[in-house]
């Protein structure tokens, strides 16, 4: 494992960390194996959230007799001050703990500013938990450049560390990344592999990983044999040529409409499990699984033809994507 200084923090952490989204999809066992894998291949930092459901109550679990071997970062939606020192206590108590070494405000929206870093806003129990001990850093994490932008040019005294999407076909904060390490705020890479699109795993990390920018990646890691992938010795080697031409294929593959699988457009009216849907129009489309995508496909209660163009998802989607648009085709392909 390789170790970085995480910006302005000072903390050594993996450069490699724990995302802990994929865990609320199993149990407390799981959890533990995972984090005993993690620990045998020298990862030291996971990130969780208040929104990621049993999260971090999974964790406090599997961290009990390892916390001091670990550096903890979570966050909350928060955006006013009772709220955000509510959030801080319930985070501490899930994960069993008496300080989280890095809380951050999570997917701040540039209309959210002024509430967020305002008088009774969260910022303000953001710091009176740093004073406490609560807390040990303060970051941010966001989905926009604009927010991103803000946050670094206008607001770099308040946050400590920076969470933003980054990998093989979303790569446009390189900009603000450079401001990043001007200014020695942490960046941390979400969506390393754009949420389980790049198949390539050990390939997406090496991407980012390679970026003089990019601090460190928190790919999401639900399994030991995850956990083994994003280890591997090879994502810290230097690409190579051929490697940044499979990168621009997949770029162009890819493109940017795509479904992320982060959740944020749930829950949806019509119970559609949207992401589900994108994922296994992907299948039929990109592999030739046709009988077991359609098999899957229709076992759901409700698919992408229950769609009502209500727009309530689009709203949501940090990725501002066509999602009525695109829930059509997965109808339509799925016929």
């Not at 407390?28 to 194996?33: D, G, I, L, Q």
């Not at 670990?70 to 509510?86: D, F, P, V």
């Not at 500013?113 to 806003?121: A, I, L, M, Q, Y």
Request: net charge negative; charged share 25%; with cysteine.
């Amino acid at each position: 494992m390789k170790y970085v200084t995480l910006g302005k923090t000072g903390l050594k952490v993996s450069a490699v960390g724990l995302g802990g989204i994929p865990i609320q999809r199993t149990d407390v066992e799981e959890a533990k194996a995972v984090v005993k894998e993690c620990c045998a291949q020298g990862i030291n930092y996971l990130d969780t959230a208040r929104g990621y459901t049993v999260s971090e109550e999974f964790f406090g679990e599997a961290l009990k007799d390892v916390r001091d071997s670990w550096i903890l970062a979570s966050k909350s939606m928060a955006r006013e001050y009772e709220s955000m020192k509510k959030d801080i206590e319930i985070s501490l108590h899930n994960l069993q703990t008496d300080h989280i070494e890095l809380y951050q405000i999570h997917n701040i929206r540039l209309e959210e500013f002024d509430t967020v870093f305002g008088e009774n806003g969260a910022y303000k129990a953001l710091i009176e938990a740093k004073e406490a001990g609560k807390i040990g850093h303060i970051g941010a994490t966001a989905h926009s450049l604009e927010s991103f932008e803000k946050l670094v040019t206008e607001y770099e005294d308040k946050i400590e560390t920076m969470m933003f999407p980054f990998n093989i076909v979303e790569n446009q904060a390189e900009r603000l990344m450079k401001i990043c390490t001007e200014k020695n705020i942490g960046f941390i890479a979400m969506k390393p592999v754009a949420g389980g699109n790049i198949e390539n795993v050990p390939l997406g990390l090496k991407y980012c990983l390679n970026h003089e920018d990019c601090t460190m990646v928190i790919p999401g890691m639900g399994n030991i044999e995850e956990v083994k992938q994003n280890c591997l010795d090879t994502v810290f080697d230097t690409l190579t040529d051929a490697e940044r031409e499979e990168c621009a294929v997949i770029r162009k593959e890819l493109g940017q409409e795509f479904c992320r699988r982060c959740g944020y457009c749930a829950p949806c009216p019509q119970g559609i499990n949207i992401p589900s849907n994108f994922l296994f129009a992907n299948y039929l489309r990109k592999y030739g699984l046709a009988e077991w995508a359609k098999g899957r496909y229709w076992s759901m209660p409700k698919t992408a033809k229950d769609c009502i163009e209500c727009g309530t998802c689009e709203t949501r989607c940090p990725y501002n994507l066509p999602i009525r648009a695109m829930l059509k085709k997965v109808a339509k392909d799925m016929e």
